[in-house]
């Protein structure tokens, strides 16, 4: 059973299997990978000196005719004449260089695409704040030796009800205490009915916000 093949990456990029299968025609390159996927390949590689073909050598058992059109796996493969169009079409809505490469993944292929969009994205100014990344070093907390070492707490809100976590980093052993109200004092009796039952922390960490404020 023969599927038809109708790529439709964004709505002004129109491109059907006629048009793909009109422009595999006009590409030398892909004329040829055609070619071999149709008659079969050669069983020794004998593109190494040839850059062009040799990518597509060593995708060969992924290679299908579908519709006269080249498809690797379920992505259709683009002739060159269309990938700037289909790289704009990725490129709509400056989904910045991650997105852009999982759409791609779910339609489209050609050699060195993941290289095209990324120089698409380093060149446009917008998709740059979409892949912005902070310079700031993470520092992992120590691994604590023991239990109740060192205690993380924090508030946690559903349904306009709010709830006190604790965790021992040690064992991740969980407390979730529903709290009334979330002053310094009610955080105060929660915690000592903890620290009751398994002693002090040495070290108590919270995010400093106005709840864990003793003067509150």
């Not at 599927?3 to 048009?19: D, E, G, W």
């Not at 992924?62 to 704009?88: A, D, G, H, W």
């Not at 339609?107 to 704040?129: E, N």
């Not at 040495?202 to 916000?209: A, M, R």
């Amino acid at each position: 059973m023969v599927c038809p093949v109708n790529v439709k990456i964004a709505t002004p990029v129109p491109l059907t299997s006629p048009k793909i299968a009109s422009e595999i025609c006009n590409d030398y390159v892909l004329e040829q990978v055609f070619k071999y996927v149709h008659l079969g390949w050669p069983t020794e590689d004998k593109f190494k000196d040839n850059p062009a073909i040799h990518p597509y050598f060593k995708l060969r058992d992924s290679i299908t005719i579908v519709n006269k059109c080249l498809m690797f796996s379920t992505r259709v493969i683009i002739p060159c004449t269309l990938q700037k169009e289909v790289l704009k079409a990725l490129h709509e809505g400056h989904p910045g260089i991650v997105r852009s490469k999982l759409l791609a993944k779910m339609y489209v292929w050609w050699p060195f695409l993941g290289v095209d969009l990324t120089q698409m994205s380093s060149s446009c100014s917008i998709c740059a704040l979409v892949n912005y990344k902070s310079e700031k070093v993470f520092i992992p907390w120590p691994q604590p030796k023991g239990p109740f070492e060192r205690v993380h707490i924090d508030f946690y809100e559903k349904r306009s009800k709010s709830y006190l976590i604790v965790c021992d980093s040690f064992s991740k052993w969980l407390h979730v205490a529903y709290m009334p109200t979330t002053t310094a004092s009610q955080l105060i009796i929660e915690l000592m009915s903890v620290f009751a039952m398994f002693g002090p922390p040495k070290y108590l960490v919270s995010d400093n916000g106005q709840p864990f404020d003793l003067n509150d």
